[in-house]
């Protein structure tokens, strides 16, 4: 099964656990959302405009174009939570990238909050399949392990 990991991150911590998980799964591309805007360096300021993109339905210019789906049979798509969910940027790569047909499995990074309302608003955004988050707090191979293998759930 051909893997696409694609991950942003603005810390360096998410690209740290997609690089991790791309260690376990044989033959898995990286792919780094990246976006035309400097986000502050303050962890609270980059929380407090990731809101306002939010609320106001703001979605963050793509620097680089995402590579095709096409040859890929699953995309991990991972985030660092922001006030409980993706960030937008999360949202403009799948605007822009068509995962039809696709298995998606998302994961976030987080030290106290789960992917739950992440992976409602990447599933409203998605045409993929979409399965159950995961939380990932290091790379733990079983537990990416029986991610990977549990049954997805509607989308």
Do not use: N, Q
Request: net charge positive; glycine share 8%; aromatic share 10%.
């Amino acid at each position: 099964m051909k893997t696409l990991i694609v991950y942003f991150s603005k810390s360096g911590r998410t690209r740290k656990a997609a690089e991790e998980i791309a260690s376990l799964l044989e033959g898995a591309d990286l792919f780094e959302i990246k976006v035309d805007k400097t986000y502050p360096p303050s962890y609270f300021k980059t929380l407090f405009e990731g809101r306002r993109e939010f609320k106001s339905g703001e979605r963050p210019r793509l620097a680089v174009m995402p590579p095709d789906p096409a040859p890929y049979d699953r995309v991990l798509l991972g985030w660092p939570v922001w006030f409980g969910t993706c960030p937008m940027a999360v949202i403009s790569f799948l605007e822009a990238c068509d995962l039809s047909g696709k298995e998606v499995y998302p994961f976030c990074t987080s030290s106290m909050t789960g992917p739950e309302r992440g992976v409602r608003d990447i599933a409203a955004a998605c045409r993929g399949h979409v399965h159950k988050g995961l939380r990932v707090r290091r790379a733990d191979a079983e537990r990416i392990a029986a991610w990977l293998d549990a049954p997805a759930e509607a989308s």
